[in-house]
T-cell receptor, first 115, second 111 residues
Framework: QQQVKQSPQSLIVQKGGISIINCAYENTAFDYFPWYQQFPGKGPALLIAIRPDVSEKKEGRFTISFNKSAKQFSLHIMDSQPGDSATYFCAASEKGGTSYGKLTFGQGTILTVHP | DSGVTQTPKHLITATGQRVTLRCSPRSGDLSVYWYQQSLDQGLQFLIQYYNGEERAKGNILERFSAQQFPDLHSELNLSSLELGDSALYFC??????????FGPGTRLTVL
């Protein structure tokens, strides 16, 4: 059962534009929502993360928006650059003891930023 | 460079065989997480170890096992391999229970 649904599967944006990737979850026990960036041939890298007690978190050009009632969260990449071209994964985790390591990942979005 | 090392980078083997994947976490990280990435299943959590003890288990097959040693490196053992086990296997490490740093992965091909 896929517990985190991610869309779109692929996204093409012009340089300087805004990239928006959306995720929806079902498990109301999830309370940690990270985003990972993966370049070809590399492992995923943690980009930014949010907990459900806030509705938005911004780090540089990357912003997570979180809607707890709708069980949805999204990643916004402002002023998108060709170097941002990668696969982006949303994820979610329940707190099991002190651990958020058991992540449930979305299916990924391949972002291409054209110069 | 995440600081997490995985060996080997590529592994090609035959059905029915057994392989061992190795992971060394970032210096100071006590937690090691194993993930499988395949085209059809995406990224799937397998298992987590913390300071030598199993902490959490995901959809790990009974043919798969893992352990974390006193020096904190971890090994993932895959046995009775099937074609469907072909995938990228990632190790991640972190502190505070967060899988923050992923290694470059081991690509397993079962022929």
């Amino acid at each position: 059962q896929q517990q985190v649904k991610q869309s779109p599967q692929s996204l093409i944006v012009q340089k300087g534009g805004i990239s928006i990737i959306n995720c929806a979850y079902e498990n109301t026990a999830f309370d940690y929502f990270p985003w990972y960036q993966q370049f070809p041939g590399k492992g995923p890298a943690l980009l930014i993360a949010i907990r459900p007690d806030v509705s938005e978190k911004k780090e540089g050009r990357f912003t997570i928006s979180f809607n707890k009632s709708a069980k949805q969260f999204s990643l916004h990449i402002m002023d998108s650059q060709p170097g941002d071209s990668a696969t982006y994964f949303c994820a979610a985790s329940e707190k099991g003891g002190t651990s958020y390591g058991k992540l449930t990942f979305g299916q990924g979005t391949i972002l291409t930023v054209h110069p | 460079d995440s600081g997490v090392t995985q060996t080997p980078k590529h592994l090609i083997t035959a059905t029915g065989q057994r392989v061992t994947l190795r992971c060394s976490p970032r210096s100071g990280d006590l937690s090691v997480y194993w993930y499988q990435q395949s085209l059809d299943q995406g990224l799937q959590f397998l298992i987590q170890y913390y300071n030598g003890e199993e902490r959490a288990k995901g959809n790990i097959l009974e043919r798969f096992s893992a352990q974390q040693f006193p020096d904190l490196h971890s090994e993932l053992n895959l046995s009775s391999l099937e074609l469907g086990d072909s995938a990228l296997y990632f190790c991640a490490s972190g502190t505070s229970g967060l899988a923050r740093y992923f290694g470059p992965g081991t690509r397993l091909t079962v022929l």
